[in-house]
């Protein structure tokens, strides 16, 4: 590819994406969904802009793939894992070989060979990290059970990807000699040997990170040039993966393996704030790849194969993850949302297949076709993400909700409503209840909800920026209603439906940032607590009090710059225009932080006279003889 | 048991003259329990537990503090207000500080010819202190005359240092183990616990 093409490429991915992520998120189908559709666009099937020769966009996903793996490596966390270790060996696993076996199981069932049969089940077994985690995120349901369940096993799946490699090639044993055109290695050696090379590498690339990076990472830290950080990260990632393709490996793999060889290094935040920008638009790529890579010629050929092996996946899965789900105890919704999240093939399985296909295990026209599958079943994700969100969750917070319902409205006329019962909200309940103040409590997670049932505490489960619910828990009787929900949108909408519904209601509202508190003070909310302020100046004022200042006059300089804050903010928000709209968000925000510190003028609110500073009576007291004892 | 409590009320140290060279004297003398009030409630809000544990175990009740407007600096009062509780410190069944002595470490910007009648403050310092004088006889404890010193405004660096040496000896010879505690029954104010001749820092 000349360089004329490889420019003229890279500005159709950008273009592709700037257009539709921003369109799909405005239609309310998240970024991902919105990279998918670019891919499919640009892709050969419709416009063709883009991978006319069809090898360009593997490599395309393949880096994408790379990348990813490194930034999960590197979130692989020993603490991390030991923290969630029963949910994800115990979940988990049973995720991984339960599915395995039952799609195994169907494939021998549609007369597939044994080593085929189960060669497929492993691949279809995982689930896509990328999709899943990026819509939780974007959805907020990151800490929800369901959520808190699907990162667990996505982390199972990352590890299981290991041992399957090493089991590949055994898996093969039967096969005819390998076809693929690189020589590796591995070649010539019997399936135990190829397996014992794989655990080699495997070990060699432990070993040379614990021993090696951190001599040469301290070396380059020393020479306080930034951008080698970024080189000698990627030159690791390309320098594991050049040895994986020596003995024939995946390079996804490796690079893996490199991420997780850093997560134990103490350089790896440094690492990871320098590689942080590169992960969004990485991951685009490689959503955009997928989208791609869909073949529809292929699935034109073949439609009805094609889709009913994808339904019929992703019905196994499913069926799985709902009994696991229930097993593990999660709440109808929860386990709904979990299993709807997993129910997907990831993107391993391209990595995987391709092995398969290079080690004989699968033909050629079979993986194709389940390239496809995988491709098809990881845009779907998205959409059933959003099918839950728009239907399940709201049928669930009614039919839940009106059970519960009828007995608050006979006994419950509390003068505070609580929306949002987390670790903002709870403790703004706890303190009322302290102090013996009766408030309805609502709150939008179901298993916390159940939680709290437990320890006897009355909370509804529900949304609250529903009018009947809020009419339900006595929004027109109660005096005070607290707004902590997590979610800011839901915040904006419980907001104005108060503004029209219950004027009278008083709101006391959480914000997250400046940009919210100047939202909320547009929609007219008097009360608005951003979040972290109080405990920022108190961390503050104690961090005076240790540098030697005494405390009273800490808490004072405290409480001073509080009240400068917030008139700064008011001062900021009056001025604020409708250029707004087309400032970035964030640059936005960093003027505003410059607009705040600027007006903060710290060195005159702090000498400025207090009552106590008697240096103005001691100037008269030496010049007159009469003075008053003070002031 | 410790013998001296002193609770000290500043709202600005770090402004003050007199006090910043006296607290670097009291904290060093062994015996004395120094209570920094406003170091430990910067909200206000007095621990009270904590306060009548002190309170406790002490037999002489120091309040060292600028005067303010004829008054102590707005946390004692806090202090009083919170700590000398009913049926605690006074009342029928209030006799934890029963027996107890309680004075004021006081200093004042003017000069003590200016506490009287026809000068600029018109009554003696002492008869501003009267709430306290009061307060300790409800409580069943008794109140010792206090230790002033006067014409803080006017001093330089030298005056206030003679002033550290003067309290010093007062403090050292109530914490002496050989001092008779009812010696303070007799004496006009603690002023005149002063040792002399002072001695040289």
Redesign the interface.
């Known amino acids: 590819m000349d360089q004329h093409s490889l420019l003229f490429q890279s500005m159709v991915y950008l273009a592709a994406a700037i257009l539709f992520v921003p369109l799909a998120k405005k239609m309310g189908l998240g970024a991902v969904l919105g990279y998918l559709l670019a891919g499919v666009i640009i892709g050969p099937s419709v416009a063709g802009f883009i991978g006319k020769e069809g090898e360009d966009i593997m490599h395309f996903a393949e880096f994408g793939v790379v990348m990813m793996l490194f930034l999960i490596g590197m979130e692989l966390e020993p603490a991390l894992l030991w923290r969630l270790r029963s949910a994800i060996l115990g979940l988990g696993g049973l995720q991984v070989v339960l599915s395995t076996a039952a799609i195994a199981g169907a494939a021998l069932l549609l007369k597939v060979p044994l080593s085929a049969a189960l060669a497929i089940g492993m691949i279809m077994s995982l689930s896509s990290t990328a999709i899943v985690l990026q819509t939780l995120n974007e959805k907020g349901w990151m800490p929800t059970a369901a959520g808190q369940s699907s990162f667990a096993v996505l982390l199972f799946q990352d590890i299981a990807v290991i041992p399957m490699l090493a089991i590949f090639p055994l898996l093969a044993v039967n096969a005819v000699a390998s076809e693929h055109s690189s020589p590796s290695l591995r070649d010539n050696l019997p399936a135990w040997g190829q397996t014992l090379v794989v655990l080699g590498a495997v070990t060699a690339i432990i070993f040379a990170g614990r021993y090696l990076v951190r001599p040469i990472m301290h070396i380059i830290a020393r020479t306080r040039v930034r951008e080698l950080f970024t080189a000698t990260a990627l030159l690791m990632v390309v320098a594991i993966a050049v040895l994986m393709n020596l003995v024939g490996l995946s390079s996804a793999l490796g690079a893996f393996l490199g991420g997780v060889v850093l997560a134990n290094s103490e350089y790896r935040h440094e690492l990871e704030s320098d590689i942080e920008p590169f992960k969004g638009l990485l991951l685009g790529l490689f959503f955009i790849a997928v989208g791609a890579s869909i073949d529809f010629g292929l699935i034109r050929e073949q439609p009805w194969l094609i889709f009913g092996l994808v339904i019929g996946l992703m019905t196994i899965k499913t069926l799985v993850l709902l009994g696991l789900g229930k097993l593990f105890k999660l709440s109808t919704d929860q386990n709904l949302l979990f299993s709807f999240a997993l129910c997907d093939i990831g993107e391993f399985a391209f990595v995987l297949l391709s092995i398969s296909l290079q080690s004989n295990i699968l033909d050629k026209q079979t993986t194709g076709i389940l390239t496809a599958v995988v491709a098809i079943s990881m845009a779907m994700t998205p959409l059933l993400m959003l099918l839950y969100e728009k239907l399940v969750q709201p049928r669930f917070t009614i039919t839940e909700k009106s059970t519960r319902k009828a007995d608050e409205i006979q006994d419950e006329h509390n003068p505070v409503i609580i929306a949002g019962f987390g670790r903002f909200g709870s403790i703004t309940g706890r303190f009322l209840r302290a102090n013996g103040i009766k408030a309805t409590i609502l709150d939008m997670d179901s298993d916390r909800v159940d939680a709290l049932h437990k320890l006897g505490i009355k909370v509804y489960y529900g949304d609250a920026s529903r009018y009947d619910l809020l009419v339900a828990a006595g929004a027109a009787k109660a005096k005070v209603l607290i707004i902590a929900m997590d979610d800011y949108e839901k915040t904006t909408s419980v907001v104005r439906m108060v503004k029209k519904y219950f004027p009278n209601l008083q709101m006391l509202v959480r914000a997250k940032d400046i940009e919210d508190t100047f939202e909320l003070m547009d929609l007219g909310v008097l009360h608005i607590y951003r979040e972290t302020v109080d405990t920022s100046l108190r961390l503050g ?1 104690d961090a005076l009090e240790m540098l030697g ?8 300089a405290a409480r001073t710059f509080l009240r400068q804050d917030e008139k700064s903010i008011k001062g900021l928000s009056a001025t604020r225009d409708d250029k707004k709209e087309f400032v970035s968000a964030l640059k936005e925000r960093i003027e505003e932080m410059e607009k705040l510190i600027a007006s903060d003028k710290i060195r005159t609110w702090l000498d400025e006279g ?6 103005g ?2 100037d008269e ?2 010049g007159e003889p ?6 | 048991m410790a013998r001296v409590l002193i609770n000290f009320a500043h ?5 003050s003259r007199m006090h910043a060279h006296l607290v670097p004297m009291i904290k060093s003398l062994p015996d004395i329990t120094f209570n920094d009030l ?3 409630y ?2 206000l809000d007095v621990n009270v537990a904590r306060e009548q544990e002190l309170l406790s175990r002490h037999e002489i009740i120091l309040m060292q503090h600028p ?4 008054n102590a600096p707005a946390i004692v009062r806090q202090w009083q207000d919170l700590v000398l509780e009913h049926g605690w410190a006074y009342g029928h069944t209030g006799n934890a500080l029963k027996g107890k002595y309680m004075s004021n470490i006081i200093s ?3 000069r003590e010819s ?1 506490y009287r009648k026809g000068g ?2 018109g009554f003696p310092l002492q008869q501003f202190l009267l709430p306290f004088t009061q307060t300790a006889i409800l409580c069943n404890m008794n109140y010792i005359s206090p230790y002033i010193i006067y014409g803080v ?2 001093m330089d660096k030298s005056d206030i240092i003679e002033e550290v040496q003067r309290l010093k000896s007062v403090l050292q010879k109530l914490t002496s183990p050989d001092f008779d505690l009812t010696t303070l029954d007799q004496i006009q104010d603690l002023n005149e616990l002063i040792q002399e001749p002072i001695q040289k820092a």
């Open positions: 004022a200042v005494r405390a009273y006059h800490s808490h004072r207090e009552g106590w500073d008697s240096s009576i001691r007291a030496t009469d003075v008053p004892v003070k002031k | 709202p600005a140290l770090e402004k406003y170091e430990h910067p909200d005067m303010y407007w004829y004042a910007g003017s200016e600029r403050h405004h006017r």
